[in-house]
């Protein structure tokens, strides 16, 4: 009997509302629209969506400057929109997360002008306040050549406020029970309209307790599990998804030593190594990440991603290794970021689709929720023309007619991709639905593959020795089912030899094309692996599949 735990099998679909689909002609995407589209998700085998803010906002940081907790923007439609909505995925089965941006505000939050009037206001000890200029003013900035400073002076309150992100995001004091515990509010208010978790931004820099002056800052892992327990108490299924780009070693405090944190976590130290196996061959690195990212709370589990709606950070490799990612997928100076990352779509880094389909056949196959980025399932291609991260945040396109069947209106909220191999009358929904063999036709495939492969979910996982650096060997074991998966990064066919030691893993059945691998009397499966091929195997018969309900 499986627990209740819907996370573990989930399929997750990240979209900003504003650039999904546009209902009313104003240009920018709104909850009709994206209700409008929930059919093509529920046909995509997608279960769970992860919406980006849409809360009324100023949208200088794509909405995450925001300026009421309690609200839809207008620009997005109303309250009873979203609340329609939300009825519409419900009949559908799809399950919502919404952003939790709690970190910081708008500097135009009622709360922020209220806490500047005054050093007696009653907001004022909702912010973090410094009379003095402290001495790491100019230190600790997320956004390095865009950023100038954590600390910036505000003339009427006469005093410095705290902001780690841009200086019109002025941070919450964390510390102050009563911002605590208007926290616990927004969450309460959004679950009793039927969302099913949060994904946590910023989750380090939420937990991070600030005084001015002071280098060594404390992380409270206390407060964290403080909303955990608020989220459990009001309702019991929620989950927590937790933006945290830490250190392997770090990140067990974040899901809690008994799993009385988040249950989910983006798995950025994975996400940087997969990028380096696809750009150089080279799987070890990619096998060590794994391993040092190995979970051991069986009711937490990591999200798994190749593409967000940020940069593609490579902080964590060697410069060496960064230095070869960036040599194959940016290899111009636009293309980067903050010296540290990427400003690219999946498809146009890897170039083709066969690169692309190696790419998120590894990434649904590793230990892991998979998490898909709006787009990336028909190749969506960039605009480098646009300024940072908006490089990846153009308008979905839905088919080659005008405004790529998007909206009606004239301007749009980001110019639309119009030109290039990339351009929406090349690259849409419409066309890709009525070729077999398109990415979008075999991404569903792969979602409904993996439904099937609940052994990655539920199951344990080990390396496999493939004797070549260039192969990617995964195992997974669950109630007497196994899975094996192998992935090649080399421009070259190779075959593996694999001894898998269990006699009934004597015949491996493909469960992507009609063929089998049967061991030879010394217990030895020879595989064939095309150049950037991937293939998924169970052992036994399919019978497996139908068990474990």
Not at 244 to 267: K, W
């Amino acid at each position: 009997m499986i627990e209740d735990l819907w996370y573990k099998n989930a399929i997750i679909y990240s979209l900003d509302l504003e650039t999904f689909m546009d209902m009313n002609g104003d240009g920018v995407g709104d909850f009709e629209g994206l209700a409008r589209r929930l059919d093509y998700l529920h046909a995509m085998g997608i279960d769970t969506v992860w919406l980006a803010p849409f809360q009324p906002s100023p949208n200088l940081d794509n909405g995450y400057d925001i300026r009421d907790y309690y609200g839809v923007d207008p620009r997005h439609g109303s309250s009873g929109n979203f609340v329609e909505f939300m009825h519409q995925a419900k009949k559908r089965g799809i399950k919502v997360i919404i952003d939790l941006v709690v970190n910081h505000t708008s500097d135009q939050h009622p709360w922020f002008q209220d806490a500047r009037s005054s050093e007696n206001a009653k907001h004022r000890d909702w912010y973090v306040w410094s009379k003095k200029k402290p001495d790491d003013w100019d230190e600790g900035m997320v956004f390095p050549g865009e950023q100038e400073a954590t600390w910036t002076y505000d003339k009427k309150a006469k005093a410095y406020y705290f902001h780690r992100f841009y200086e019109f995001q002025p941070d919450l004091n964390i510390d102050n029970p009563e911002v605590r515990a208007e926290i616990r509010r927004i969450m309460g208010y959004w679950l009793e309209l039927g969302v099913a978790g949060f994904r946590v931004d910023a989750v380090p820099f939420l937990l991070e307790t600030q005084i001015p002056g002071e280098t060594k800052r404390e992380i409270r892992f206390e407060y964290l599990h403080e909303f955990r327990k608020f989220l459990q108490w009001r309702k019991g299924d929620a989950v927590l998804l937790g933006e945290a780009n830490v250190a392997p070693d770090e990140s067990q405090q974040y899901f809690g030593e008994d799993g009385e944190g988040i249950h989910l976590m983006f798995n950025f130290y994975v996400n940087q190594y997969m990028f380096y196996a696809l750009a150089t061959a080279d799987t070890k690195p990619l096998e060590e990440a794994l391993e040092a990212t190995r979970n051991k709370l069986h009711a937490t589990q990591w999200a798994q991603f190749l593409r967000n709606h940020d940069e593609l950070d490579l902080g964590r490799l060697t410069e060496e290794q960064r230095q070869k990612v960036f040599a194959r997928f940016a290899p111009e100076k636009h293309m980067q970021l903050y010296d540290r990352g990427i400003r690219r779509r999946l498809s146009t880094m890897l170039g083709n689709q066969r690169q692309s389909e190696l790419a998120y056949s590894l990434m649904f196959s590793l230990p892991g929720t998979p998490v898909i980025r709006y787009g990336d399932e028909i190749g969506m291609g960039d605009n480098l023309e646009l300024e940072e991260r908006n490089a990846v945040r153009t308008p979905m396109q839905w088919s080659g007619n005008g405004q790529a069947g998007f909206s009606e209106a004239e301007k749009l909220v980001h110019p639309l991709i119009d030109e290039g191999p990339y351009a929406y009358k090349h690259v849409n929904v419409e066309t890709q639905r009525r070729e077999p063999d398109s990415l979008l036709n075999w991404m569903t495939s792969l979602i409904r593959l993996r439904q099937e492969c609940i052994e990655i979910g539920w199951g344990q996982w080990q390396i496999l020795n493939t004797g070549l650096a260039q192969v990617l060997g995964m195992h997974y074991s669950w109630e007497g089912s196994s899975l094996v998966i192998l992935h090649n990064f080399d421009e070259k066919a190779h075959e593996v030899k694999l001894d898998l030691k269990q006699e009934k893993e004597a015949k491996l059945v493909d469960l992507m094309a009609i063929s089998e691998s049967v061991a030879d009397k010394k217990g030895i499966h020879h595989i064939t692996m095309d150049a950037y091929g991937y293939r998924w195997f169970r052992a036994g018969d399919l019978s497996h599949l139908f068990h474990k309900v």
